[in-house]
């Protein structure tokens, strides 16, 4: 009997695979994706500017609270400048 066996990655490459993005990002990825100091990001979650949850001893950031955070304090160029 003569079976054919795929490669590896021509079996990776014909599975769809579905990646789903975090719905939360502890502090250190945070820091990563705004680009800011750790202290600037305890800065905003002190005044409430960026949400966390809490769960444990873990801190979360919600991914869409930080997109809101980054739409309210985004600066719009004057294209004619």
Known sequence: MIRKVKSEASVYASTDMVVASPLAVRVPQAVAM???SRSKLYEFIQSGEIEIVKIGRATLLPVDGLG???E???????PDA
């Open 34 to 36: 705004l680009g800011i």
């Open 72 to 78: 309210k304090h985004r600066n719009i160029q004057n």
């Open 68 to 70: 809101r955070f980054l």
